[in-house]
């Protein structure tokens, strides 16, 4: 093959390469297969101190153990509109049963005004029951234990918070 022939080949590889490129990232995204816990959902804590509080949890989780992706995002502000946290992260770990599930992430981004902790790096967890007809419930870890200690994988608190405000789907 002479110098021309290989520019030539060159150049048609380099062309499907990009175009093929260009059709991969514009397709969705494949996900694993297993469990899946997605929606928005929240309502007003009733904690000491918080109570009132609208709280809202989002989550886009897909997998198994050993093989989960997907994000989560949390917000909690004061009962006066005000923001008192604000932070979001990468799922590592969901398990389901039925309709419950158990999904933990680390936090990767974090806005917590007038609170003194850097929670960036640390492993949350959550749970989700999904109530067919009624209100879903959540769970989350920080709930009753701080922030001090990250939770296992895949480990979570019982689903105790009932939502008034969207939902989840668990399957």
């Not at 297993?34 to 918080?50: C, D, I, K, M």
């Not at 999904?103 to 492993?123: F, K, S």
Request: proline share 6%; aromatic share 10%.
């Amino acid at each position: 093959m002479n110098i021309k022939s290989k520019i030539a080949a060159a150049a048609a590889l380099a062309i499907a390469a990009t175009t093929l490129g260009a059709a991969q990232a514009t397709a969705a995204p494949e996900r694993p297969s297993g469990s899946v816990v997605v929606g928005s959902a929240g309502g007003l804590l009733t904690f000491p101190g918080y109570d009132k509080d609208p709280v809202r949890f989002d989550f886009a989780a897909f997998g198994e153990p050993g093989r989960s992706s997907g994000r989560f995002h949390v917000n909690h502000l004061t009962k006066d509109g005000k923001l008192f946290a604000d932070f979001d992260g990468k799922v590592d770990c969901v398990s389901r049963d039925g309709d419950i599930a158990i999904l933990t992430g680390v936090i990767e981004r974090a806005d917590l005004p007038g609170v003194p902790l850097d929670l960036v790096g640390r492993r949350v967890g959550f749970s989700v029951r999904d109530v067919p007809g009624g209100h879903d419930r959540i769970g989350w870890s920080w709930a009753y234990g701080g922030f001090e200690h990250d939770v296992l994988p895949c480990t979570g608190t019982v689903p105790f918070f009932p939502t008034s405000t969207g939902g989840y789907v668990v399957r």
